[in-house]
């Protein structure tokens, strides 16, 4: 064992050592990948509040919760603790409030605060709620208006007053204790007052109960909804958490897959640099044949090689992709609030087994990329080994079968991309194009080989570095391919998501030209979460609709709910009317008034395309929803287009939901300014009728404006990984031409006694990048654009049910593509230098 | 043509001072063929270096065709190393993706000269390879790639040869060949030849022989 080991470090791991920039290269490339995916993995966990929406903090140990659309009947509450089944139950309001003073949101309860006392520990331990003084005291200040506890972590001070706004009004209220919220801020309020506070007086958001037995949880959630109305749903507590992590599951993957981009790339080097070092052992490895080593020695030596190098690599990228989590748990958290749920990022967790899957990862990769040139290596005969004049070329490539192969990967890609989705993954999907990936890189070597045959008379003209540059590229085309497909896949990456996104971005944009066409959009100031809904003051509208120069308003309600376990969104609009109405596209094709008229019948419902999707329902459909206290059904009229969320929508007349739901206060309105009407003036009218409330007014640019703000911050996540993945690709691309430098010094020296200058060599150098760079950009928007078919039109679409409008982003694509090409050119600078400075008179002689 | 005047020459090895060359003078007129021998070490390739203007010497003088070697810069002794030398090696040193006029050719295009290929050609004649121009290095016999060296070396047409252990690589019947092939191309283009080998044989075709021991010249012998 000793032995073994000090071989391969004398024959295999010192010769590593003396090459320390090219090491370091490869090194740090796999590291570069390693962090990448641990990042986004650790990053996913923290950002998604390891999947609690914030209002699930503050739930006790209740197995159960009673909910309903629009807000349990608080009746019920009385009905359930008359149950003869001896439940422990508690009801809640949640939601959300703005402080004034800061702009930030901070969730809000309403609690049974005696009830729940022990829910709420003091700072110092014992119930806060206790802490205020004398008993006296204590329901003095339940019974207090405006009266507040305040989570620890808020640092909010007992009798602090502080203004938040919920919904459209802004209120003072005092704190009357602080509670250790073990850093999960919220702000508690007593029941009663929370009910006006959020308008909803009448109602309970949810009720939380215990049964006294929990393994009974299943039958006692029967027995209750057995004697609750239909529209009223019972089910475990944390359901939703559930809901919400089934909805972030096809967000996460995909993030996930995404970020083993740049350890593919890595994949690739690795390869590249196990290729590099056989080519360089040939000899060696004859000379241990002969002495008795055999294929498995030889073997083992070179896989074993990679794993250390996945080692090393693996060990500089779990700290590596700690401190990247801190950054990538922003961007997705972000993203995870504007898109899903409202979500407070949680710690950052590395815990054993992420370091072990690091470990894991990295070696991994490293020891399948090196199996390859590792197993060459065990095949090469001892004696053609040793036969001096071996050089790389000699090696065989087989382009042809290569392109072969490749083209039948091409199609298997193709038939994969026709494949349904399995269980709501799109896996085929993935499989389809890593397909196309592994068909790309097989044609490379035969694309390389005839573009310089064709390209040859060209090459001669454009200079003796060009030519030289080109022989260099074709005499080692192993090498080459496998640089080339390295960062071609990070090229393919960066264009198939950049044409994706801008695909997405143009049909977004050109969605709401056609489905924003309100002159003014207003909302409760309170904050806008997916989750909730909150609502403005019904006599607003009406406010508003009276002033000189609006022609109309338009109110929109909107129900938090859930369809099949997956949380939806029910809405309800006004549908009378003769102002104007945007463009609506609708699957049928029909007008928008000629579907508006169906849904004014009442029994007809309007969905947006991801909630087909989700739920595989057409137009002509029944639908069953819950709406307040019943179950009604809806025929599907239509479906539309809607980018505004990955939830579904339901949109019916307002004149239907009101026979479930009869609250009239709107959660938006729209304003429609008169024909002719000068729009600064309208918006400084509304700006009058408003005050007193608090509500936000967007003019239809604005709007459009925040959400294309918005569309572009959720992508920032996926820009940075395509930056690293291109960085991984580069930096290989300088380890490369570094070893080529390194394998061809004596030709270099030999092209220096023969009166090439220290400029022509340099040039040489950099052609050879430069041309590197062109193959791979050309192979990769190549690539990039199957890509971007199968993100578009497959792995987008089963994920999330949006349709998206191919869209070519001309400007930004050449920007990146000439970008990576000069970085290409770049990274040949250091090899040009070590190239330089060679010394022609010791590669060349032979004493 | 070109001419060495005590020449001193040390290198720094492993923190010792060697020196390579001590007080070396020699002159090689134009179409003079010059053999050096001496053992494996004795300063041979050093003294072609320094004759090829491939390096300075630490003290004494390299002219090559009137023109001094010392003190020039790198682009200096680069042009000067296109115009006038050109190099043949014991491992011909041919570039393996490079066919054989392309090979040839290269010095004339590094000097970005034009007509090119036509002059290639012509070389590649000369040292009798006409009609393998298309070749690739390791579809050739050693013999045959040697040719090619030599073609490449006098392809613009230097006033100095150097050659280093010319025929190290190849058989005896061979490498009287090549030897005649320098014999003849030094006769026809009037180029001033230094040859460095430690075969006695090899050196017997040249028309004066210096004897390099230790870095000094202990003998010369002219025809």
Same mark, same amino acid.
């Given at each position: 064992?000793?032995?073994?080991?000090?071989?391969?470090?004398?024959?295999?791991?010192?010769?590593?050592?003396?090459?320390?920039?090219?090491?370091?290269?490869?090194?740090?490339?796999?590291?570069?990948?390693?962090?990448?995916?641990?990042?986004?993995?650790?990053?996913?966990?923290?950002?998604?509040?390891?999947?609690?929406?914030?209002?699930?903090?503050?739930?006790?140990?209740?197995?159960?919760?009673?909910?309903?659309?629009?807000?349990?009947?608080?009746?019920?509450?009385?009905?359930?603790?008359?149950?003869?089944?001896?439940?422990?139950?508690?009801?809640?309001?949640?939601?959300?409030?703005?402080?004034?003073?800061?702009?930030?949101?901070?969730?809000?309860?309403?609690?049974?605060?005696?009830?729940?006392?022990?829910?709420?520990?003091?700072?110092?331990?014992?119930?806060? !709620?206790?802490?205020?003084?004398?008993?006296?005291?204590?329901?003095?200040?339940?019974?207090?208006?405006?009266?507040?506890?305040?989570?620890?972590?808020?640092?909010?001070?007992?009798?602090?007053?502080?203004?938040?706004?919920?919904?459209?009004?802004?209120?003072?209220?005092?704190?009357?204790?602080?509670?250790?919220?073990?850093?999960?801020?919220?702000?508690?309020?007593?029941?009663?007052?929370?009910?006006?506070?959020?308008?909803?007086?009448?109602?309970?958001?949810?009720?939380?109960?215990?049964?006294?037995?929990?393994?009974?949880?299943?039958?006692?959630?029967?027995?209750?909804?057995?004697?609750?109305?239909?529209?009223?749903?019972?089910?475990?507590?944390?359901?939703?958490?559930?809901?919400?992590?089934?909805?972030?599951?096809?967000?996460?993957?995909?993030?996930? !897959?995404?970020?083993? %981009?740049?350890?593919?790339?890595?994949?690739?080097?690795?390869?590249?640099?196990?290729?590099?070092?056989?080519?360089?052992?040939?000899?060696?490895?004859?000379?241990?044949?002969?002495?008795?080593?055999?294929?498995?020695?030889?073997?083992?030596?070179?896989?074993?090689?990679?794993?250390?190098?996945?080692?090393?690599?693996?060990?500089?990228?779990?700290?590596?992709?700690?401190?990247?989590?801190?950054?990538?748990?922003?961007?997705?958290?972000?993203?995870?609030?504007?898109?899903?749920?409202?979500?407070?990022?949680?710690?950052?967790?590395?815990?054993?087994?992420?370091?072990?899957?690091?470990?894991?990862?990295?070696?991994?990769?490293?020891?399948?990329?090196?199996?390859?040139?590792?197993?060459?290596?065990?095949?090469?005969?001892?004696?053609?080994?040793?036969?001096?004049?071996?050089?790389?070329?000699?090696?065989?490539?087989?382009?042809?079968?290569?392109?072969? %192969?490749?083209?039948?990967?091409?199609?298997?890609?193709?038939?994969?991309?026709?494949?349904?989705?399995?269980?709501?993954?799109?896996?085929?999907?993935?499989?389809?194009?890593?397909?196309?990936?592994?068909?790309?890189?097989?044609?490379?070597?035969?694309?390389?080989?005839?573009?310089?045959?064709?390209?040859?008379?060209?090459?001669?003209?454009?200079?003796?570095?060009?030519?030289?540059?080109?022989?260099? *590229?074709?005499?080692?085309?192993?090498?080459?391919?496998?640089?080339?497909?390295?960062?071609? =896949?990070?090229?393919?990456?960066?264009?198939?998501?950049?044409?994706?996104?801008?695909?997405?971005?143009?049909?977004?944009?050109?969605?709401?030209?056609?489905?924003?066409?309100?002159?003014?959009?207003?909302?409760?100031?309170?904050?806008?979460?997916?989750?909730?809904?909150?609502?403005?003051?019904?006599?607003?509208?009406?406010?508003?609709?009276?002033?000189?120069?609006?022609?109309?308003?338009?109110?929109?309600?909107?129900?938090?709910?859930?369809?099949?376990?997956?949380? =939806?969104?029910?809405?309800?609009?006004?549908?009378?009317?003769?102002?104007?109405?945007?463009?609506?596209?609708?699957?049928?094709?029909?007008?928008?008034?000629?579907?508006?008229?169906?849904?004014?019948?009442?029994?007809?419902? %309007?969905?947006?395309?991801?909630?087909?999707?989700?739920?595989?329902?057409?137009?002509?459909? =029944?639908?069953?929803?819950?709406?307040?206290?019943?179950?009604?059904?809806?025929?599907?009229?239509?479906?539309?287009?809607?980018?505004?969320?990955?939830?579904?929508?339901?949109?019916?007349?307002?004149?239907?939901?009101?026979?479930?739901?009869?609250?009239?206060?709107?959660?938006?309105?729209?304003?429609?300014? /008169?024909?002719?009407?000068?729009?600064?003036?309208?918006?400084? #009218?509304?700006?009058?009728?408003?005050?007193?409330?608090?509500?936000?007014?967007?003019?239809?640019?604005?709007?459009?404006?925040?959400?294309?703000?918005?569309?572009?911050?959720?992508?920032?996540?996926?820009?940075?990984?395509?930056?690293?993945?291109?960085?991984?690709?580069?930096?290989?691309?300088?380890?490369?031409?570094?070893?080529?430098?390194?394998?061809?010094?004596?030709?270099?020296?030999?092209?220096?006694?023969?009166?090439?200058?220290?400029?022509?060599?340099?040039?040489?150098?950099?052609?050879?990048?430069?041309?590197?760079?062109?193959?791979?950009?050309?192979?990769?928007?190549?690539?990039?654009?199957?890509?971007?078919?199968?993100?578009?039109?497959?792995?987008?679409?089963?994920?999330?049910?949006?349709?998206?409008?191919?869209?070519?982003?001309?400007?930004?694509?050449?920007?990146?593509?000439?970008?990576?090409?000069?970085?290409?050119?770049?990274?040949?600078?250091?090899?040009?230098?070590?190239?330089?400075?060679?010394?022609?008179?010791?590669?060349?002689?032979?004493? | 043509?070109?001419?060495?005047?005590?020449?001193?020459?040390?290198?720094?090895?492993?923190?010792?001072?060697?020196?390579?060359?001590?007080?070396?003078?020699?002159?090689?007129?134009?179409?003079?063929?010059?053999?050096?021998?001496?053992?494996?070490?004795?300063?041979?390739?050093?003294?072609?270096?320094?004759?090829?203007?491939?390096?300075?010497?630490?003290?004494?003088?390299?002219?090559?065709?009137?023109?001094?070697?010392?003190?020039?810069?790198?682009?200096? *002794?680069?042009?000067?190393?296109?115009?006038?030398?050109?190099?043949?090696?014991?491992?011909?040193?041919?570039?393996?993706?490079?066919?054989?006029?392309?090979?040839?050719?290269?010095?004339?295009?590094?000097?970005?000269?034009?007509?090119?290929?036509?002059?290639?050609?012509?070389?590649?004649?000369?040292?009798?390879?006409?009609?393998?121009?298309?070749?690739?290095?390791? #579809?050739?016999?050693?013999?045959?790639?040697?040719?090619?060296?030599?073609?490449?070396?006098?392809?613009?047409?230097?006033?100095?040869?150097?050659?280093?252990?010319?025929?190290?690589?190849?058989?005896?019947?061979?490498?009287?060949?090549?030897?005649?092939?320098?014999?003849?191309?030094?006769?026809?283009?009037?180029?001033?030849?230094?040859?460095?080998?430690?075969?006695?044989?090899? /050196?017997?075709?040249?028309?004066?022989?210096?004897?390099?021991?230790?870095?000094?010249?202990?003998?010369?012998?002219?025809?």
């Amino acid at each position: 064992m000793i032995a073994s080991a000090k071989l391969f470090w004398r024959l295999m791991m010192r010769p590593l050592v003396r090459e320390p920039v090219r090491m370091g290269l490869t090194v740090l490339a796999i590291a570069l990948g390693v962090a990448v995916v641990l990042a986004i993995d650790l990053a996913g966990n923290a950002a998604t509040g390891s999947f609690h929406s914030s209002l699930e903090t503050l739930t006790g140990n209740y197995n159960l919760e009673v909910t309903a659309t629009g807000g349990v009947p608080e009746q019920i509450v009385g009905q359930l603790s008359t149950l003869p089944l001896n439940l422990s139950i508690s009801p809640r309001m949640e939601d959300f409030a703005i402080v004034a003073e800061t702009r930030k949101s901070v969730v809000l309860f309403g609690l049974d605060l005696i009830g729940e006392a022990n829910l709420v520990p003091g700072q110092s331990g014992d119930s806060s !709620l206790q802490n205020s003084g004398s008993q006296e005291d204590v329901f003095k200040n339940f019974s207090a208006d405006n009266s507040i506890w305040a989570g620890g972590s808020l640092g909010w001070k007992k009798d602090q007053k502080v203004s938040l706004i919920i919904g459209d009004r802004e209120n003072t209220f005092t704190v009357r204790g602080v509670y250790d919220d073990q850093n999960q801020p919220a702000v508690l309020m007593d029941f009663a007052e929370a009910q006006r506070a959020f308008a909803r007086t009448g109602k309970v958001d949810r009720i939380l109960i215990r049964t006294p037995k929990r393994e009974n949880a299943e039958i006692s959630a029967k027995q209750i909804a057995a004697l609750l109305p239909s529209g009223i749903e019972v089910r475990s507590a944390g359901t939703s958490t559930e809901e919400n992590r089934k909805m972030l599951a096809a967000f996460r993957w995909n993030l996930k !897959l995404l970020s083993y %981009i740049a350890l593919i790339v890595g994949a690739f080097l690795i390869y590249n640099t196990i290729s590099v070092s056989v080519v360089r052992r040939r000899a060696e490895i004859g000379i241990a044949r002969a002495l008795g080593a055999n294929r498995a020695d030889i073997l083992l030596a070179f896989t074993c090689e990679a794993a250390v190098l996945g080692l090393v690599g693996a060990a500089i990228g779990i700290p590596l992709g700690r401190i990247m989590a801190g950054g990538a748990v922003k961007l997705m958290g972000s993203t995870v609030n504007a898109l899903y749920v409202s979500s407070r990022p949680g710690p950052i967790e590395l815990g054993i087994s992420s370091v072990l899957t690091a470990f894991v990862v990295g070696m991994g990769v490293a020891v399948v990329a090196a199996f390859a040139p590792a197993q060459e290596a065990s095949q090469i005969p001892p004696i053609e080994a040793m036969a001096r004049g071996r050089k790389e070329f000699l090696v065989r490539v087989h382009k042809t079968r290569d392109l072969l %192969i490749g083209l039948f990967l091409a199609a298997a890609s193709w038939l994969a991309a026709k494949a349904a989705p399995v269980n709501g993954k799109p896996l085929f999907g993935y499989v389809a194009a890593l397909l196309i990936i592994v068909a790309g890189t097989l044609a490379i070597p035969a694309a390389v080989s005839s573009v310089m045959r064709i390209s040859g008379a060209a090459l001669r003209k454009s200079g003796v570095a060009a030519l030289l540059a080109s022989r260099s *590229l074709v005499g080692s085309l192993r090498r080459t391919s496998v640089l080339v497909g390295a960062l071609a =896949t990070a090229v393919a990456m960066m264009v198939s998501v950049g044409i994706m996104v801008g695909s997405f971005r143009t049909t977004v944009i050109q969605w709401m030209e056609g489905e924003v066409p309100a002159d003014f959009y207003l909302r409760p100031a309170g904050n806008p979460s997916l989750e909730k809904h909150p609502t403005i003051s019904p006599e607003l509208a009406d406010k508003l609709a009276a002033l000189p120069g609006v022609e109309a308003v338009d109110r929109l309600r909107a129900y938090m709910a859930n369809y099949e376990g997956i949380p =939806t969104t029910v809405a309800a609009a006004d549908f009378h009317g003769s102002h104007k109405r945007g463009r609506s596209d609708f699957f049928s094709g029909r007008t928008g008034e000629e579907v508006f008229q169906e849904l004014r019948g009442g029994n007809s419902v %309007i969905v947006s395309e991801p909630f087909t999707y989700k739920h595989n329902v057409k137009v002509g459909d =029944t639908i069953s929803l819950r709406l307040g206290t019943s179950l009604a059904s809806f025929r599907i009229a239509d479906v539309y287009y809607d980018y505004g969320s990955e939830r579904g929508f339901i949109l019916m007349d307002r004149s239907a939901i009101k026979k479930y739901l009869p609250d009239d206060a709107p959660s938006n309105l729209a304003v429609y300014a /008169a024909n002719g009407a000068d729009l600064r003036q309208v918006h400084e #009218q509304i700006e009058r009728a408003t005050a007193g409330y608090r509500v936000l007014i967007f003019s239809n640019a604005d709007l459009r404006r925040e959400a294309v703000k918005i569309f572009d911050k959720t992508f920032a996540i996926t820009y940075a990984l395509e930056a690293v993945a291109v960085l991984v690709a580069v930096m290989g691309v300088a380890g490369a031409l570094l070893a080529l430098v390194i394998d061809r010094k004596r030709e270099l020296g030999l092209l220096r006694f023969a009166g090439a200058t220290s400029a022509q060599i340099r040039r040489m150098i950099l052609a050879e990048a430069a041309l590197l760079g062109l193959f791979a950009n050309a192979a990769g928007l190549l690539l990039g654009f199957a890509l971007s078919l199968v993100l578009v039109f497959v792995i987008n679409k089963q994920s999330f049910g949006w349709t998206i409008r191919f869209h070519w982003p001309v400007a930004i694509l050449s920007a990146a593509i000439s970008l990576i090409f000069a970085a290409t050119v770049l990274a040949g600078f250091y090899p040009a230098r070590v190239a330089v400075r060679l010394n022609p008179i010791e590669v060349v002689h032979e004493e | 043509m070109v001419w060495l005047r005590n020449v001193v020459k040390n290198y720094s090895a492993d923190g010792q001072l060697v020196r390579a060359l001590d007080g070396v003078s020699l002159e090689v007129a134009p179409g003079e063929f010059v053999a050096v021998v001496g053992r494996s070490g004795c300063g041979k390739s050093t003294l072609l270096n320094l004759a090829g203007a491939m390096d300075f010497p630490t003290s004494g003088e390299v002219l090559l065709d009137r023109t001094s070697t010392n003190s020039r810069d790198d682009s200096t *002794l680069t042009k000067l190393r296109r115009e006038k030398v050109g190099f043949v090696f014991q491992s011909f040193q041919l570039i393996n993706t490079l066919s054989v006029v392309e090979n040839v050719e290269l010095p004339i295009l590094l000097a970005g000269a034009s007509n090119a290929r036509a002059i290639a050609l012509d070389r590649i004649a000369s040292v009798e390879l006409a009609g393998l121009e298309h070749r690739m290095p390791h #579809q050739l016999s050693g013999g045959q790639m040697q040719r090619v060296a030599i073609a490449r070396a006098l392809v613009n047409k230097p006033k100095i040869l150097l050659a280093d252990e010319p025929t190290g690589n190849l058989d005896t019947t061979t490498g009287s060949i090549i030897l005649g092939l320098l014999k003849r191309l030094t006769r026809e283009q009037n180029t001033a030849t230094l040859m460095a080998t430690h075969s006695a044989e090899a /050196a017997a075709i040249a028309d004066t022989i210096v004897e390099l021991r230790d870095g000094k010249i202990t003998g010369v012998k002219r025809k």
